[in-house]
């Protein structure tokens, strides 16, 4: 059996689909030799490691320029990974590894994605069009491994940014060699199986944002997941759409003193204080890795002044980062410490100003502590921003009884948690009546109905917080109900929910 896909299993989808055919299986060999230059220092090589042993089976590295070719006997699982395919291709014929990866695709399950993917296939010649420069071994014969009669065009949505003239290529080819191409975005694959016909597996719950596609909906709400590495632990996080990350600062920030976490009915209070390193130690230690784990990043940006927010934004501009978030909860030092998302004019003004220095999209998050959110989002919207993201933490407050202070040392704090649920669907639901832009949906979103919920009040996508605290695998969860909602109400895509509620 083949799987070809084209950025290693970096969806839910593949992951499920994988999972199905690897009953008894338990060793995994990592092929490192598509890329001649990084090989086990390749960036993809850990996140494709944490991908096969999320699946349950051990996993060592093999490179067909070092070891024997007849050593894949001893696995079930085969994954040749992404990287140059014209070396990749040369390295095998040189070292007779055809046959044994043939074995691999008869008994057990053979993985190829991206360059790894192509040379299964009956040719690369396909990648003569796109970056003939990777051609350094001189390869004269672009005939594949004929391992299946599939061609596939991997990374294909991000390829077309890149270049607009990726699909003239494309069709262009498919003309002169009298064959069809499948593209395939990151996340996407078919499985060839000699039973059965080719089954092509789409991302089932893509959404984009703004212009920025995400695998699914789910995105790790801010200040809830940190920079992902904890988590990362538990699962890859390519199963999530995205990252939000938590709130970054022009400088390092050591937060509030303790007590600031603390329980609450249906939820929990916090006045964290935005602790963090500061953006520059953001960018040098936490986005090289993040980066890397087959997700989106979302930047969550917080200031006291519009100069902080103008400054970090900047730093943040030519870095790796998907979109960033603007954290207006915050207060504003110039205007007597009164938050920016409290008012209209307050919206606007900071909006405006990060937009004419931020050049990623830019989502700003609102604060429910207001009279009337919409008016927020129609301010936000008016001064330039390209999403929403609602509703931020309400204020509270809990006391102890016994030493009549407050709990949090802070005094009050920011509530969220299951109960905040009710109130996040009327601001969503309202403030999708007034702005074009996507809505980002949060607030007690813990299991797949509210996620459903949530999207038929009108959000594009969700944000998962405080539930992680108590069930880190929450997101797979909710995904899988979704999904399942999905198959059951004949639904193929998440904008037919989107918006979808009929009110009385």
């Not at 303790?258 to 249906?266: D, F, L, M, N």
């Given at each position: 059996m083949i799987l070809l896909c084209s950025?290693?299993?970096?969806?839910?989808?593949?992951?499920?689909?994988?999972?199905?055919?690897?009953?008894?299986?338990?060793?995994?060999?990592?092929?490192?030799?598509?890329?001649?230059?990084?090989?086990?220092?390749?960036?993809?090589?850990?996140?494709?490691?944490?991908?096969?042993?999320?699946?349950?089976?051990?996993?060592?590295l093999f490179d067909f320029d070092t070891q024997p070719a007849e050593q894949l006997s001893e696995y079930d699982v085969v994954e040749l990974m992404g990287g140059n395919p014209y070396y990749l291709l040369h390295s095998i014929r040189e070292h007779h590894g055809e046959e044994a990866l043939r074995q691999i695709a008869q008994r057990g399950l053979l993985i190829g994605w991206s360059a790894g993917a192509l040379v299964l296939g009956p040719t690369i010649a396909i990648i003569d069009r796109y970056l003939p420069d990777l051609n350094f071994v001189g390869l004269q014969d672009r005939t594949g491994l004929n391992l299946t009669d599939i061609q596939i065009l991997p990374h294909y949505s991000k390829q077309q940014k890149q270049d607009s003239a990726t699909e003239d290529k494309c069709r262009a080819y498919e003309q002169e060699n009298h064959c069809t191409v499948l593209r395939l975005d990151d996340g996407e694959g078919v499985l060839i199986d000699t039973d059965t016909e080719p089954k092509v597996i789409r991302l089932t719950q893509k959404v984009t944002v703004a212009g920025v596609d995400f695998h699914n909906p789910l995105i790790a709400a801010s200040g809830t997941f940190g920079f992902g590495r904890e988590y990362g632990e538990f699962y890859p996080l390519s199963v999530l759409g995205g990252v939000s990350c938590k709130g970054t600062t022009l400088k390092e920030r050591p937060g509030?003193?303790?007590?600031?976490?603390?329980?609450?009915?249906?939820?929990?209070?916090n006045a964290v204080g935005l602790q963090n390193p500061g953006v520059d130690h953001f960018i040098a230690h936490d986005l090289p890795w993040l980066s890397h784990q087959g997700t989106r990043v979302i930047a969550n940006v917080a200031g006291n002044a519009p100069e902080d927010y103008c400054e970090t934004v900047e730093k943040l501009n030519d870095t790796a980062i998907d979109m960033v978030e603007l954290n207006i909860s915050c207060p504003n030092v110039k205007q007597g410490g009164v938050q920016f998302g409290t008012t209209v004019e307050g919206v606007y003004g900071i909006t405006q100003e990060v937009r004419k220095h931020c050049k990623k999209p830019l989502m700003v998050k609102l604060s429910p502590n207001v009279t009337d959110?919409?008016?927020?989002?129609v301010a936000a919207e008016s001064a330039g921003a390209d999403a929403v993201s609602l509703i931020n933490t309400l204020t509270g407050m809990r006391i102890d009884i016994h030493s009549r202070r407050p709990i949090l040392h802070n005094n009050t704090g920011g509530f969220s948690g299951p109960a905040l649920l009710p109130i996040a669907l009327r601001m969503v639901w309202q403030t999708a009546q007034k702005v074009k832009i996507p809505i980002v949906g949060l607030g007690g979103i813990s299991t797949?109905?509210?996620?459903?919920?949530?999207?038929l009040a009108g959000a594009t996508a969700l944000q998962i917080g405080t539930v992680l605290f108590t069930d880190p695998y929450a997101p797979l969860k909710i995904w899988e109900g979704v999904s399942e909602y999905m198959t059951k109400n004949g639904i193929t895509s998440l904008s037919e929910l989107t918006g979808g509620m009929q009110p009385w």
């Open positions: 950025n290693g299993l970096t969806s839910q989808e593949l992951l499920r689909e994988a999972k199905s055919h690897l009953s008894g299986a338990k060793k995994a060999a990592l092929v490192v030799t598509a890329d001649p230059e990084y090989k086990e220092k390749n960036y993809h090589v850990p996140r494709s490691i944490k991908e096969l042993k999320f699946l349950g089976l051990t996993v060592d509030n003193p303790p007590p600031r976490v603390t329980e609450a009915p249906g939820g929990m209070l959110i919409s008016e927020m989002a797949w109905q509210d996620a459903v919920e949530m999207l």
